[in-house]
């Protein structure tokens, strides 16, 4: 007779099992509704990252566009700063050459005056006089000084005032070619997209760099080298309107005072001419007198020739009667009409 065996194991009652397929189930469920609430979340953080992450792409990309155009804007002032600055640079040194050659003009009039200065001491006598010539000459020679004196300081400033014309332009220069960079690197920024190649993970890519500035501060900076660089132009304009009133007045000046130099030529001429035309006359007239002076000594010494012999003739008469005898010795008409006391050289 067979027996029946029996496996030896736990045995579960049926309310048991059913209980265990019952929690199995609600296990499930719930797994399953957990499992769908994540995936909910995931969809929502997914959704909300990607609209996120799109938005913020956008952002930044108009952020970086206007970024680009506000470098841009920067670059094309600088740009035109720069043409002027070096239209300004140009149009001092040209009046600075003028300056200088103005100043090289003045040598050859106050050469001039000094050599008449010169020769001017080489008068004799009476004629080395302080007339209104020397007067003017040397205040020509100090007028000729002077706008030299006022065109060499014009010119030293306006050598000074190109040496910062030069230096602006190099910070202007420097700030422009960072502006060209930026522009390269910002504008090759702006060009990549999601399919880019170049694209890659960097280390630490939210470091500020050593040496980084503000926007504020890069505003003011470049805001600096703009005024700076119009600051300076405007100067180099005013030093050159002066320059130019001070070549126009120094011009004026010495031809003032070459006109009245000139003047004061002719005034003394003219006297020295008088004065010379008049000595002439005196000598011609001085030359008359003396020939008429020796022609009357000339006819005086010929009377006085005569004259002697008309007294030999009465000395010797007068000599003669002398040896008359006796009584015939008297002083009779014959010897009172002899000019015994006349004056003259003693007979001979």
């Not at 045995?11 to 909910?40: C, G, K, M, V």
């Not at 043409?83 to 140009?90: F, G, N, R, S, Y």
């Not at 002719?266 to 002439?280: D, I």
């Not at 009172?336 to 001979?348: E, F, I, K, N, T």
Request: aromatic share 4%; proline share 3%; net charge negative.
């Amino acid at each position: 007779m067979t027996t029946l065996s029996f496996k030896p194991s736990q045995r579960f009652r049926l309310p048991d099992w059913h209980t265990n397929s019952y929690l199995l189930s609600t296990n499930a469920e719930r797994q399953r509704d957990a499992s769908h609430q994540i995936r909910q979340e995931a969809r929502v953080l997914r959704n909300e990252t990607n609209n996120q992450t799109i938005w913020d792409e956008h952002d930044n990309r108009t952020r970086l566009s206007d970024r680009v155009d506000t470098v841009n804007r920067w670059k094309e002032m600088l740009d035109k700063c720069l043409t002027d600055l070096d239209a300004e640079i140009d149009n001092l040194t040209q009046m600075k050459e003028s300056a200088e050659q103005n100043l090289q003009a003045k040598n050859l009039p106050l050469d001039v005056a000094i050599e008449c200065l010169t020769l001017r001491d080489s008068r004799r006598d009476i004629d080395v006089v302080k007339d209104p010539v020397e007067e003017e000459l040397h205040k020509e020679v100090e007028v000729i000084e002077a706008t030299r004196k006022a065109l060499q300081q014009k010119i030293s400033q306006a050598f000074e005032q190109l040496c910062l014309l030069q230096e602006v332009r190099q910070q202007l220069n420097t700030d422009h070619r960072g502006k060209m960079e930026t522009l390269e690197i910002d504008r090759g920024c702006l060009s990549l997209n999601l399919n880019s190649p170049n694209i890659s993970l960097k280390v630490n890519p939210t470091r500020v760099p050593n040496g980084s500035t503000t926007l504020q501060q890069w505003d003011e900076i470049s805001q600096y080298n703009k005024s700076h660089a119009e600051a300076e132009m405007k100067a180099a304009i005013e030093l050159r309107e002066a320059i130019t009133l001070t070549i126009a007045q120094t011009n004026n000046q010495l031809e003032a005072q070459r006109v009245a130099t000139e003047f004061a030529f002719r005034k003394r001429l003219r006297e020295m001419e008088n004065a010379y035309s008049e000595l002439k006359w005196q000598e011609k007239n001085t030359l008359e007198e003396i020939a008429e002076m020796q022609e009357d000594i000339r006819r005086l010494e010929e009377d006085l020739h005569r004259k002697l012999m008309n007294l030999k003739l009465a000395h010797t008469r007068l000599e003669s009667r002398t040896y008359r005898p006796n009584a015939e010795l008297c002083q009779d008409q014959g010897c009172a009409g002899c000019p015994v006391q006349a004056s003259g050289p003693a007979a001979g």
